[in-house]
């Protein structure tokens, strides 16, 4: 029985049209194990927009693929040799897709503190023009 079917008063409910637990469970496994292949392939996304330095989109996606993930946690337990390799695999993503947002930030962090340096010098040697 899913969710849905447990909010609805049993009388607006047929019981033949109930689904028995071992095929419902099977079928949210099956869902859930799809949303994780989506969360991998999200995930790929996410580290292809870190590469170009996108920040912003690799946000929005990551917002799906939390949703995603955690929509799956409670059913995918436990966890398949082949899904906790695909939660590896994401895991070690996002690492990636971190390291490279936040190299990023620090390029754009020195680059606006030259800048700031550059515009100190003009002011202090425009004022000394001959």
């Known amino acids: 029985m ?3 079917e447990a909010e609805l008063p049993e009388a ?3 019981h033949a049209l109930v689904p028995q637990a071992p095929v419902s469970q099977a079928m949210e496994r099956r869902a859930a194990a ?3 292949e989506r969360a991998l392939l999200l995930s790929h996304e996410i580290a ?3 590469e170009r330095g996108d920040a912003v989109k690799a946000a929005s996606l990551d917002v799906e693929r939390r949703a995603l993930l955690v929509s799956s946690r409670p059913v995918l337990w436990p966890l398949a040799p082949h899904e906790a390799a695909m939660l590896r695999q994401i895991a070690e ?4 897709s971190i ?3 936040e190299h990023c930030l620090r390029a754009t962090c020195r680059d ?4 700031s340096v550059g515009r100190r010098a003009l002011r202090a040697y425009g004022a000394h023009r001959p």
């Open 112 to 115: 606006l503190d030259m800048l």
């Open 12 to 14: 607006r409910v047929p």
């Open 93 to 96: 993503l996002n690492d990636r």
């Open 34 to 36: 799809a949303a994780l």
């Open 99 to 101: 390291g490279r947002l």
């Open 48 to 50: 292809a927009l870190a």
């Open 2 to 4: 899913n969710r849905r």
